[in-house]
């Protein structure tokens, strides 16, 4: 069946470092792809999707592109801030079924 | 634009006992999903509702259960409640069923804890 692996965490950048968090899937067909971001104690929030291979999603200064060829969906962004701290989470729909798959998450702390 | 809303916010519960969670979803959307979010096992998809009818089961027993409303606010039901049980139970909801892949939006989810 449908997957997402994601690297294992916690990531502990220094603030202003570049951020890599990186994300592969396995998927039959033409998954839609994206990233949620959860805070302490809150749901899940949207950070950016992409549809369809070799689109990139951008939000809030972080991107991700839509690898087809090597099933990949890194997240970047260039200068973290303290305020990036959370839990990231990768996932992907696929086919009819509208349900999210998502990877085990990754905790990003950034320290100041 | 008001973002999806759960209640309550935290429910603490018995063994045995039956929990009723809520979920209003955004406004124009008519596709409601829930999700578990337990300590050491993840995110997994519980239900999707789509006008008023069940679309999808994720691999949850059936004392799980749920409904969507008219209004397209829906409930999760879940009886006889195990300690296992025990998790952020959240919502997310998105537009109709006919424009595909689209993403989901998340309430910030009801604590249900078991005791």
């Known amino acids: 069946g449908d997957s997402v692996t994601q690297m294992e965490g916690p990531v502990t950048l220094s603030e202003e470092a570049f951020l890599t968090i990186n994300c592969t899937y396995t998927?039959?067909?033409?998954?839609?792809l994206f990233w949620y971001v959860q805070y302490p104690g809150e749901g899940l929030q949207l950070l950016l999707k992409a549809t369809k291979a070799d689109d990139k999603g951008s939000n809030k200064g972080f991107e991700a592109t839509y690898r087809k060829e090597t099933t990949s969906f890194h997240l970047e962004k260039g200068s973290v801030q303290v305020s990036d701290s959370a839990v990231y989470f990768c996932?992907?729909?696929?086919?009819?079924?509208?349900?999210?798959?998502f990877g085990t998450g990754t905790l990003l702390a950034v320290q100041p | 634009e008001a973002g999806v809303t759960q209640s309550p916010t935290h429910l603490i519960k018995t063994r045995g006992q039956q929990a009723t969670l809520r979920c209003s979803p955004i406004s124009g959307h008519t596709s409601v999903y829930w999700y578990q979010q337990a300590l050491g096992l993840g995110l997994q998809f519980l239900l999707w509702?789509?006008?008023?009818?069940?679309?999808n089961r994720g691999n949850f027993p059936p004392r799980f259960s749920g409904r969507q409303f008219p209004n397209y606010s829906s409930e999760l039901n879940v009886n006889a409640l195990e300690l296992e049980d025990s998790a952020l139970y959240l919502c997310a909801s998105s537009l109709e069923r006919g424009a595909s892949n689209q993403p989901q939006h998340f309430g910030d989810g009801t604590r249900l804890s078991i005791l």
């Open positions: 998927a039959t067909g033409y998954p839609s």
């Open positions: 996932a992907l729909i696929g086919g009819a079924t509208n349900k999210l798959i």
């Open positions: 509702y789509d006008e008023g009818e069940e679309r």
